[in-house]
């Protein structure tokens, strides 16, 4: 069974932080999407890799998928609180199917 | 409107009772899921249609639930007998599948938080 993790699970940080996020597996994915989810919605995405090693910038978002394609992380620089919401990663293996990640919870304090 | 849309928005059912949950997909996308998202957690995956065809049925918790969709548009999640483990937001998305999966992106509706009493 595929899973993938995330961590934090929760965090709370003053605007203006920087963060990191987490996602891992110890499966290997096709490509690995980040989604950004706020109250009473669904997710958004935001951005998907598909390259070991890649790395893509949206605006104050950084994205980089791990080597092995089994991990990948969410840095944000300079949080606002716009950037308040549950931030989820999903993975694809090459079939229609998406694994989503538990979620990691963010909270940006004006 | 442009985008995903799901209703009822919200649910409340007794322990028992039938429901049905409905998801209008944005036209012309191929690919529909359904997704359950208990409280604070990530998304699990229901069910999948390519077309109006389903061929993976696996997702679903157990033979009370399931789905179906007509015409290549709307879907329709029913769960029988409803259970409080039930509760939860179900989420519905909808995708222009390409030729390569990796890049599909999944538009989601905003959900139906069904809650069983």
Request: hydrophobic share 30%; aromatic share 10%.
């Given at each position: 069974t595929q899973l993938l993790e995330q961590s934090p699970q929760f965090l709370s940080i003053q605007e203006g932080e920087n963060l990191t996020v987490y996602c891992n597996s110890s499966s290997v994915f096709s490509s690995l999407q980040w989604y950004r989810q706020e109250p009473g919605e669904g997710p958004v995405l935001l951005v998907t890799v598909v390259t070991g090693g890649e790395v893509k910038k949206l605006k104050r978002l950084t994205f980089q998928f791990g080597d092995a394609r089994k991990d990948s992380s969410l840095h944000i620089t300079a949080a606002q609180t716009g950037d308040t919401g549950l931030y989820l990663c999903a993975g694809n293996s090459g079939t229609y199917k998406y694994i989503f990640g538990t979620g990691t919870r963010l909270k940006v304090l004006a | 409107?442009?985008?995903?849309?799901?209703?009822?928005?919200?649910?409340?059912?007794?322990?028992?009772?039938?429901?049905?949950?409905?998801?209008?997909?944005?036209?012309?996308?191929?690919?529909?899921?359904?997704?359950?998202?208990?409280?604070?957690?990530?998304?699990?995956?229901?069910?999948?249609?390519?077309?109006?065809?389903?061929?993976?049925?696996?997702?679903?918790?157990?033979?009370?639930?399931?789905?179906e969709r007509t015409g290549e548009s709307?879907?329709?999640?029913?769960?029988?007998?409803?259970?409080?483990?039930?509760?939860?937001?179900?989420?519905?998305?909808?995708?222009?599948?390409?030729?390569?999966?990796?890049?599909?992106?999944q538009f989601f509706g905003p959900g139906t938080r069904l809650t069983v009493l």
């Open positions: - | 409107g442009a985008g995903v849309s799901q209703s009822p928005s919200n649910k409340v059912t007794e322990k028992g009772k039938d429901v049905e949950l409905r998801c209008d997909p944005i036209s012309g996308h191929t690919a529909l899921y359904w997704y359950r998202q208990r409280l604070g957690q990530g998304l699990e995956f229901l069910i999948y249609f390519q077309g109006n065809s389903a061929p993976d049925k696996s997702g679903l918790p157990s033979d009370r639930f399931s789905a709307v879907s329709t999640l029913t769960i029988q007998r409803t259970q409080q483990e039930d509760s939860a937001v179900y989420l519905c998305a909808s995708s222009l599948m390409g030729p390569t999966y990796s890049y599909n992106e």
